[in-house]
């Protein structure tokens, strides 16, 4: 599929997905949304792919939130449907089984923000702004912002946010956890590129089945989680890969693991 609103790069083993509407600061409007879908649900199949980076276009901007002139005049109906889709286009993000890395180059407000909460790891440029402004414009996150953040840098923090719709900036967004690390710009891609290359040289199997653990067993009681994490360790052994692991330990030398 050609796309017009995202380009797709790869370096490596590793994807990059750049959302790309510099004149709308990156806002996601519906078609951006189905490429995006498109996209991410094609890497999932790609085998060449161990790590995904998803960024925005320019250095303004990671996402500026939902487009504001293609919900100003939904209907009922079509606001719901288009909070929906935004839902079901993260789902694909977060559950896709490679690792996503955020390159979160400036602005990641609403829907920015809560795209950037979808991937797995988030790292920052020292100009990157993040907040959930949604109450300005008289409405609520609708991606995901009311359940995601809460869960991930807890509940006061998230509350604060949401209901005062204001900005902060990386560094405090790094101290509430909402980012793993802060970098400056021209070192963000080349920071998340090398974090893409380290995840790549680990077992693959381990690697996805350490997304699977952490993403399921956060749903389950730590009882039932702790049972699940078993499961998955015990699925490791029945992999090559294992095997080469812990031999190449034993033998002192790097371990070479197949593509998954
Ligand atoms: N949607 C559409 N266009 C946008 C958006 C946006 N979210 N953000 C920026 N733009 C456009 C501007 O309209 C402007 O276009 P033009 O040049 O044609 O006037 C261009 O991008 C550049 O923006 P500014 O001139 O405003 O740039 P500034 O540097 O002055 O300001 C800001 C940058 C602070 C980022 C400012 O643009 C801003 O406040 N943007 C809106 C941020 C926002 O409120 N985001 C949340 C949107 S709501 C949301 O995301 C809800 C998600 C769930 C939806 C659920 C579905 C129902």
Redesign the pocket.
Known sequence: MEYEYIRLEKKGAAAIVTIDRP???N??NLDTLLELDHCFIDLGEDEEVAVVILTGAGE??FV??????H?QD?SVIE?NR??RF?HKVLKTIEELPQPVIAAVNG?A????C?IAISCDIRYAAENAKFGQ??V??G?I???G?TQRLPRLIGKGRANELLFSGDIIDAAEACRIGLVNRVFPQQELLEKCLGLAGRIASRGPLAVRLCKEAVNNGMEMDLARACRYEADLFGLCFASDEQGEGMLAFLEKRVPEFKKK
Do not use: Q, T
């Not at 500026?64 to 002139?69: E, K, N, T």
């Not at 407000?109 to 920015?112: I, P, R, V």
């Open positions: 004149e709308a600061l806002a996601l303004k901007s500026a939130g939902a487009d504001i002139s919900m939904l606001a288009f909070a935004g602005f407000l609403g829907g920015g809560e402004p949604e300005n414009l409405v996150p609708g991606f912002g």
